[in-house]
């Protein structure tokens, strides 16, 4: 849980751009969402542009977090945050169709 998790002091953890090693300036740092399970965080590089999604939680053990380079801009990181849980029965569904070899044909209706 992050009870005890200070935003404003580990998200100084994002300290340079993992493209071009130039140093955030922390006013480029957005936090798109707190929750109980951490910190959902967007930085952008001003040197490069390069995007970074990061997402921070305070465990016993200290702060874990991951990070990832992205081309979404925040807005469209939080629509599909927001998207439904995915239900198990889509999932059977989906080996189904893998299975008997129906997904791309699938697909291509789609299309």
Known sequence: MVDNFNSSL????????????TSYQQSMVQVLDESEYGVLTYATCNSCG?????KFASLPQGVVGNAILTDLKPQE???????????DDDVLDLQYLIS????????????
Do not use: S, Y
């Open 100 to 111: 008997k070899k129906e997904l791309v044909n699938n697909l291509k209706k789609l299309i």
């Open 50 to 54: 390069a995007n970074l999604l990061a």
């Open 77 to 87: 990181v939080m629509d599909f945050a927001g998207d439904d849980n995915i239900a």
């Open 10 to 21: 580990n998200l100084r953890l994002i300290k340079k751009c993992p493209v071009c090693n």
